[in-house]
């Protein structure tokens, strides 16, 4: 089992920044795929960006290019978003995965552990 824990969400103003982060514990993580999606109220459930277990393969969303990026520190089991220029349709609760598999996917039905998620709400 792979417990996952999201943190730093909030809310921001438009163009403002947050870096949200997921914590691994359990089973390890180092040589899993993680990545990010989000939900939106009335929206289906979005891709966001995924990384692979050594870092050297990276997928965005085409809408989140050039202001998320994802990292990850396999020392401390953890997979970071950093998101810049923040926009009101960015409002989500957005959750971290962990595919227990070293490549990366945008498919959401490829992980195969979920954390609980953090609220980001970006006003206008």
């Known amino acids: 089992q792979v417990q996952l824990v999201e943190s730093g969400g909030g809310s921001v103003q438009a163009g403002g920044s947050l870096r949200l982060s997921c914590a691994a514990s359990?089973?390890?993580?180092?040589?899993?795929?993680m990545s990010w999606f989000r939900h939106a109220p009335g929206k289906e459930r979005e891709f966001v960006a995924a990384i692979s277990w050594t870092g050297g393969v990276i997928i965005y969303a085409d809408s989140m290019k050039g202001r998320f990026t994802i990292s990850r520190d396999n020392a401390k089991n953890t997979v970071y978003l950093q998101m810049n220029n923040l926009k009101p349709e960015d409002t989500a609760v957005y959750y971290c995965?962990?595919?227990?598999?070293?490549?990366?996917?945008?498919?959401?039905?490829?992980?195969?552990?979920w954390g609980q998620g953090t609220q980001v709400t970006v006003s206008s």
């Open positions: 359990g089973r390890t993580v180092a040589r899993n795929a």
């Open positions: 995965a962990n595919r227990e598999a070293i490549f990366a996917t945008r498919n959401s039905i490829d992980y195969d552990y």
